[in-house]
Nanobody, 123 residues
């Protein structure tokens, strides 16, 4: 089973960009479908984006489509979330997650979670 560590969060002004990285330990990373989720204070965790194990399929929440891009580098055990045109409503803790079972937008489909960096977008 992989372990996940995210990096790249921080404070950015509205309209700015950030890139989150998720580093996975373990030799089986390339067999996992990966996802990014986020959780704002007082709200439920919500799906942001997912990418299939080989990188050939991606899927986005409507709220981030056209602004965020998920990608992966299986040789380096890395998954990225490039965020552009950030809005204050994007403020949340962002979580990287891995699924050995399914390619899904539902949190219960994921087996392993990172601890989550804070992303704050100021207006």
């Amino acid at each position: 089973q992989v372990q996940l560590v995210e990096s790249g969060g921080g404070l950015v002004q509205a309209g700015g960009s950030l890139r989150l990285s998720c580093t996975a330990s373990g030799r089986t990373f390339s067999s996992y479908n990966m996802g990014w989720f986020r959780q704002a204070p007082g709200k439920e965790r919500e799906f942001v984006a997912s990418i299939s194990w080989g990188g050939g399929r991606t899927y986005y929440a409507d709220s981030v489509k056209g602004r965020f891009a998920i990608s992966r580098d299986n040789a380096k055990n890395l998954v990225y979330l490039q965020m552009t045109s950030l809005k204050p409503e994007d403020t949340a803790v962002y979580y990287c997650a891995a699924s050995s079972r399914s390619y899904t937008k539902y949190p219960n489909g994921y087996d392993v979670w990172g601890q989550g960096p804070q992303v704050t977008v100021s207006s």
